[in-house]
């Protein structure tokens, strides 16, 4: 089927599964062992104020009237204030969302860059040490503990020898002073990002590597390889462009299934990091025991894993033209 | 024609399958390291139970030093140290050692029950019941399992560390399920599935009886990859703070150093943990690599044309 269909079937699944997941949320704000009307009233509230959320809310009314209410809300972007900020819901998870799409997209599209190009050379050396030492030291990075690499990144480059800087996304001197340039603030933010992203990117890019190379291996023995060769073609050309882009397909499937495991990783990151972004958000209200924005972080969340996985999807049957559903 | 005495390999052929995997398995240098490594922290796990035996001290959770109470280096007493209220460093490995073979086998073996029974009613049955179990296969596995048990323990409060185990197998079983599954579709054509079905045989012996033996293997593989992800999630959630405070495990102790500002002072507290979650990964998955080389025959390096 077209380009076009399988677009539109795929974003229509995933409007369906985001709604499986809204009434799962409300289904379990509700049964969960306590008063709900605590979750999503702030306790510390006056009393008047309490009853004119609690009416605003629909709390006082029967459950099925609650969940058109829940609905409603949500459409119309009202999702709470939080108990610890005082704010809007709605304002600090989508301030978050940019800062979480700026680490984790950079983060994939390193991982994937370096992982497709260093796998492609591990399978042109097979056998040969560096093929060995590259392989092991996927494998190594692939393995290694998230946090605890965080951790080390931190205490070597940040506390050691001082090169970056030991939290945060921006350094507030630079952005509070008027003086200071885009190019400048820019920069500030790179450097914070250079620590959190090359966990991230230690992480991934191994299991890129892993399966770049036995991908190309596979495909350097299919019979348009062979013909490229009788063509008296140079091996080098052939490697580049005739193996090596039919060979990346399966990683961009990877990255794809993948996606969960990125998005934890990307959580754990921020926050040992103190990025501050949507996963450290929901780590931070979960712990403060803040209903409304945890609710809210977590969906905000599902729905950029879901359209994450549209789009891979996508980016999958646009290469291959022989997949589609 | 004289008669031989039956030998126990010929009655149970799977018996000499293993054997034959076993003879595979030991060529290759993967799995050797692997197993090595595993047996090494299986020791651990079997050693924690020794220190709390020779002196109270070295407990790991209320192990108390009457003269540190204060996080120490390497010492002849504690040989890693003690950490912020004076435990014993070691201890608390070692009883890590043993939370995350616990942890990570029962995950895994619940994960793949579960997997396996859905994979192979949905392979067998077909339409609408396959197409049903898959789709909530799909919707589970697009769910990032940490945030979704940390969303769970904001509404339930602490969760047990039984809790956490469960609600890791509800979310991985998904992966196991899909393969399962595309294993017993080709299953069903084979033709002893159609002897049965003519013997008689009702769909769930079938499917037991039949299927269920072809599958394990598979099954088992995959239990190897389980296992480090259930160990891998169990630690980030405990590092995160929201694991079983009762249970001493590797990401507990990860969280005391960086939750106590010692990130920064004690290397032999800090690395301890880590190391080993990463070799324990490492370790059951270089398992599960050598595993995947007995067990399909296309992986096997000497088979490998030029």
């Known amino acids: 089927m077209a380009l076009n269909r399988y677009v539109a079937l795929r974003l229509g699944q995933i409007i369906i599964i985001f709604f499986i997941i809204l009434t799962v949320l409300f289904v379990l704000f509700r049964i969960a062992p306590g008063d709900p009307i605590e979750r999503m009233v702030d306790p510390t509230m006056t009393p008047e104020d309490a009853e004119i959320l609690i009416s605003q809310l629909g709390l006082d009314k029967p459950i099925s009237v609650q969940y058109l209410y829940y609905l409603k809300n949500f459409f119309s972007g009202n999702m709470g204030t939080s108990f610890h900020y005082g704010r809007p819901v709605l304002k600090i998870i989508l301030d978050r969302l940019p800062n979480t799409i700026l680490l984790f997209t950079t983060s994939i599209m390193l991982s994937a860059f370096f992982g497709v190009f260093l796998g492609k050379i591990a399978s042109w050396a097979k056998g040969s040490f560096k093929d060995t030492a590259m392989t092991i030291g996927a494998l190594v990075c692939h393995t290694m503990f998230l946090p605890w690499i965080a951790l080390l990144m931190i205490w070597f480059f940040a506390y050691?020898?001082?090169?970056?800087?030991?939290?945060?996304?921006?350094?507030?001197?630079?952005?509070?002073?008027?003086?200071?340039?885009?190019?400048?603030?820019?920069?500030?933010?790179?450097?914070?990002?250079?620590?959190?992203?090359?966990?991230?990117?230690?992480?991934?890019?191994?299991?890129?590597?892993?399966?770049?190379?036995?991908?190309?291996?596979?495909?350097?023995?299919?019979?348009?390889?062979?013909?490229?060769?009788?063509?008296?073609?140079?091996?080098?050309?052939?490697?580049?462009?005739?193996?090596?882009?039919?060979?990346?397909?399966?990683?961009v499937t990877s990255i794809g299934l993948s996606l969960a495991f990125s998005i934890n990783g990307g959580a754990l990151t921020e926050t040992v990091f103190t990025w501050p972004g949507l996963g450290r958000e929901l780590v931070f209200s979960v712990s403060n025991n803040d209903y409304p924005l945890a609710q809210a972080s977590f969906l905000l969340i599902a729905a950029v894993v879901l359209v994450a996985n549209v789009i891979v999807d996508v980016l999958y049957a646009y290469l291959d033209p022989r997949i589609r559903y | 024609?004289?008669?031989?005495?039956?030998?126990?390999?010929?009655?149970?052929?799977?018996?000499?399958?293993?054997?034959?995997?076993?003879?595979?398995?030991?060529?290759?240098?993967?799995?050797?390291?692997?197993?090595?490594?595993?047996?090494?922290?299986?020791?651990?796990?079997?050693?924690?139970?020794?220190?709390?035996?020779?002196?109270?001290?070295?407990?790991?959770?209320?192990?108390?030093?009457?003269?540190?109470?204060?996080?120490t280096g390497p010492s002849f007493r504690h040989w890693l140290g003690t950490d912020f209220i004076g435990r014993d460093i070691l201890s608390q490995l070692l009883a890590g050692a043993r939370v995350a073979f616990i942890v990570g086998i029962s995950a895994a073996f619940m994960s793949i029950v579960i997997g396996t029974t859905i994979g192979m009613v949905a392979g067998y049955s077909g339409r609408s019941t396959d197409?049903?179990?898959?789709?909530?296969?799909?919707?589970?596995?697009?769910?990032p399992t940490l945030l979704v048990v940390l969303i769970l323990s904001s509404l339930f409060g602490q969760l047990n560390i039984w809790v956490i185990v469960i609600l890791i197998a509800l979310f991985r079983w998904p992966g196991v399920a899909r393969v399962i599954r595309a294993q017993t579709l080709s299953l069903k054509q084979r033709p002893f599935i159609d002897a049965a079905k003519v013997a008689g045989a009702g769909h769930l012996r079938i499917i037991f009886r039949h299927i269920m033996p072809n599958v394990l293997p598979l099954a088992f593989l995959y239990m190897t990859f389980r296992v480090t992800s259930a160990i891998i999630i169990e630690a980030a959630l405990a590092f995160l703070g929201f694991g079983d405070p009762g249970t001493v495990s590797w990401g507990m102790m990860l969280q005391w150093v960086w939750k106590t500002g010692h990130m920064?002072?004690?290397?032999?507290?800090?690395?301890?943990?880590?190391?080993?979650?990463?070799?324990?990964?490492?370790?059951?998955?270089?398992?599960?690599?050598?595993?995947?080389?007995?067990?399909?025959?296309?992986?096997?390096?000497?088979?490998?044309?030029g």
């Not at chain 2, 197993?35 to 109270?56: E, K, N, Q, R, W």
């Not at chain 2, 507290?269 to 080389?293: N, V």
Request: proline residues 7%; glycine residues 6%.
């Open chain 2, 264 to 305: 920064f002072q004690a290397p032999y507290w800090l690395l301890p943990p880590g190391i080993c979650i990463s070799m324990i990964t490492l370790s059951f998955y270089m398992l599960g690599r050598a595993m995947d080389e007995v067990l399909d025959p296309r992986l096997r390096r000497n088979s490998e044309a």
């Open chain 2, 131 to 143: 197409a049903f179990l898959m789709r909530s296969a799909d919707m589970i596995m697009v769910m």
């Open chain 1, 160 to 251: 050691k020898v001082g090169w970056f800087p030991l939290t945060g996304m921006i350094t507030p001197e630079i952005w509070l002073d008027p003086g200071s340039g885009s190019l400048k603030k820019a920069l500030d933010i790179i450097h914070h990002m250079i620590l959190p992203l090359g966990t991230l990117f230690l992480i991934h890019f191994g299991s890129y590597l892993l399966i770049m190379r036995s991908s190309m291996l596979e495909t350097l023995k299919e019979d348009y390889i062979l013909t490229a060769r009788a063509k008296g073609l140079e091996e080098k050309i052939i490697r580049n462009h005739h193996a090596a882009p039919n060979a990346a397909l399966p990683v």
């Open chain 2, 1 to 71: 024609m004289t008669s031989r005495p039956a030998r126990l390999t010929d009655r149970y052929h799977w018996i000499q399958r293993f054997l034959e995997g076993w003879a595979l398995f030991r060529e290759s240098l993967v799995g050797k390291i692997g197993l090595t490594l595993l047996v090494v922290f299986a020791f651990m796990a079997l050693g924690s139970f020794i220190p709390p035996m020779i002196s109270p001290m070295y407990h790991p959770m209320t192990g108390v030093d009457p003269q540190i109470s204060f996080s």
